[in-house]
């Protein structure tokens, strides 16, 4: 599920139309490195990190439905401040996807 998850994300990121070939490689190693940091996460632990991975899709799906300018990311960095303690390599790797999103107006 995590794999095809992010796979989606992948698919709508490339669909976006907003992205050049440089932007496109980029968050395809972030996203391939989240789920490798995800992989390795105990199995208690992986629930909350596919939660993580469905808001961050669910981002992605809103932002190409209006001004990417008006895209609120607010709760995903919430969810991001909250890991920041206790999973500093996820977090750094989501923090990278979402200030490459919103450099490129996404």
């Not at 490798?36 to 469905?54: G, H, M, N």
């Not at 969810?79 to 390599?89: G, L, S």
Request: hydrophobic share 40%; glycine share 2%; with cysteine.
């Amino acid at each position: 599920m995590l794999k095809d998850t992010i796979a989606q994300i992948k698919q709508l990121l490339q669909n976006t139309g907003k992205l050049n070939f440089v932007d496109t490689e980029a968050l395809s190693e972030l996203l391939d490195q989240l789920q490798s940091e995800l992989a390795t996460f105990p199995k208690d632990q992986q629930a909350q990190a596919i939660e993580i991975a469905k808001l961050t899709k669910q981002k992605i799906e809103m932002s190409k439905l209006q001004d990417p300018k008006e895209a609120d990311f607010s709760d995903l960095e919430q969810v991001v401040m909250e890991y920041e303690i206790t999973h500093p390599r996820l977090t750094d790797t989501i923090r990278s996807i979402c200030n490459l999103l919103s450099s490129i107006g996404i």
